[in-house]
C-alpha cells in the first residue's frame, strides 16, 4: 500500500521536466551578478508583483529575516501576529541577526484588528523601543491556510503609512491567496512594502524564495544576504526550478484547494474529531480533537500505521494539506482510511 503523506506542501518532488529546465538553464557566479537565468527570474517577478526588484534566496525564512534586517535598527521592535510563522519557527533570529524584539499581537485567524495594533505601537518616549515595522502572513500557516484579504491589508497599509511603519508580507503561501481569492499578485504587490514569497511549498520547487520591494530595500538586503552567508554562485539552477514551478505548477493550484474541500467534506463522516469546513479556504484542512478523548498524537499515530502521514496543527489538531504529489486516487485513499479509523457512530 502506498504511503499518502499530507503532512505538508513541501514534501513534493521535483517532475523530470523540472529537473530538465534545471540542467539546461544558463549559469553564471552570482556572487558577481553575472547569472542570467537567476538575473532574469528576479526581475519577472518583481514586475509579476509589481514591486521594483526581486532577491534571490535558498529560504522563506532567509527571506523574511532579510526583510526585518533591512527595515529596520538594532533595538527596534517589530509587531508580528501572534501565531506567526516569524514569531513561533523561525527559531528567535529576529534576537540573534537583527537585534530586534517582537512584539506579538493575537488576532482573528491572522488578521489584524486594527484597535489592537494601535495599542501595541509604541509611544515615541526614550524608554520604549522604536517600532518600526509591521508583520503580515497570507495564507496563514498555523490558522490552516487562511486568507488575509486584500481590502484588510490594504487598510493595513493606510494605518502603517499614517504612522510611518513598514509592512512586510510573509507571503510563502500568497500563491494559495492569489488562487482563493482571485486577488492579483500586483496587488498585494501595490499593497505592502516588501514580500517574501517562496517556490517550495505549493509550487512544488525543491528549494527557493525570493524577497520583493523597493531597489534600495533590496540593495541593503541583498548586502545582508552575503552576511548571513547567503550569496551563492550558480544559483540559475535553483532559479530555473523556481520558474517552471510558477509557469507550470501555478496553474494547478486551484486543484489542491478542491481536493481540500473534497477531503473536508468527507471528514465530515468521521467520529472523533471536527472539521470546520468553513475554514478551508485554500489547501489544508484542520482537525480539531479539542473535545475528544482521543489525544491528536494517537490519532496521527494510527493514521501512520494505515500509511496515511499527516502533521500536527496548533494545540489539539491534526493539519492535513493537499500538494502536487497527491493525486485523486491517493485522497480517496486517504478518505478511505479515515472512514475506517474514525467511523461515524
Ligand atoms: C508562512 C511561512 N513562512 C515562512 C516559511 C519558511 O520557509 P522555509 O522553510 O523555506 O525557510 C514557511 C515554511 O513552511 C511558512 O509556512
Not at 64 to 90: C, M
Not at 184 to 193: F, I, N, P, S, T
Request: glycine share 8%; with cysteine.
Amino acid at each position: 500500500m502506498k504511503t499518502i503523506d499530507l503532512r505538508s506542501d513541501t514534501v513534493t518532488l521535483p517532475t523530470g521536466e523540472m529537473k530538465e529546465a534545471m540542467v539546461s538553464a544558463p549559469l553564471g557566479d552570482d556572487v558577481y551578478g553575472e547569472d542570467p537565468t537567476t538575473n532574469a527570474f528576479q526581475e519577472e517577478m518583481a514586475a509579476l508583483f509589481g514591486m521594483e526588484a526581486g532577491l534571490f534566496v535558498p529560504t522563506g525564512v532567509l527571506g523574511n529575516q532579510l526583510a526585518l534586517k533591512a527595515w529596520t535598527q538594532p533595538g527596534d521592535e517589530v509587531i508580528v501576529e501572534r501565531e506567526s510563522h516569524i514569531f513561533n519557527y523561525e527559531t528567535a533570529a529576529p534576537a540573534l541577526m537583527s537585534a530586534l524584539q517582537l512584539n506579538t499581537v493575537p488576532t482573528r485567524r491572522g488578521v489584524y484588528a486594527l484597535d489592537d495594533l494601535a495599542a501595541a505601537i509604541r509611544p515615541s518616549k526614550y524608554y520604549y523601543p522604536r517600532t518600526s515595522l509591521v508583520c503580515i502572513e497570507n495564507t496563514h500557516n498555523r490558522y490552516g491556510g487562511t486568507l488575509y484579504g486584500i481590502e484588510r491589508i490594504r487598510e493595513l497599509q493606510r494605518f502603517c503609512a499614517e504612522r510611518k511603519l513598514r509592512l512586510h508580507l510573509d507571503g510563502a503561501r500568497i500563491w494559495n491567496a492569489h488562487v482563493a481569492s482571485g486577488t492579483k499578485l500586483r496587488a498585494y504587490g501595490e499593497a505592502v512594502d516588501s514580500i517574501s514569497i517562496c517556490f517550495s511549498k505549493g509550487l512544488g520547487a525543491p528549494m527557493g524564495s525570493m524577497l520583493l520591494g523597493p531597489r534600495d530595500f533590496i540593495a541593503r538586503a541583498h548586502k545582508f544576504r552575503k552576511i548571513f552567508g547567503g550569496g551563492m554562485r550558480q544559483t540559475g539552477i535553483m532559479a530555473a526550478a523556481a520558474q517552471h514551478a510558477v509557469r507550470h505548477h501555478l496553474p494547478l493550484m486551484e486543484k489542491d484547494h478542491e481536493r481540500a474541500r473534497v477531503l473536508a467534506e468527507a471528514l465530515q463522516h468521521c467520529d472523533g474529531f471536527f472539521v470546520d469546513e468553513s475554514r478551508v479556504q485554500t489547501n489544508m484542512v484542520l482537525l480539531d480533537f479539542s473535545t475528544s478523548a482521543l489525544s491528536p498524537q494517537n490519532a496521527m499515530q494510527m493514521l501512520a500505521d494505515s500509511g496515511i502521514r499527516i502533521g500536527m496543527g496548533m494545540g489539539r489538531a491534526l493539519r492535513a494539506v493537499t500538494h502536487l504529489d497527491l493525486s485523486d486516487d491517493d485522497l480517496q485513499q486517504a478518505v478511505d482510511v479515515f472512514h475506517r479509523l474514525f467511523p461515524a457512530s
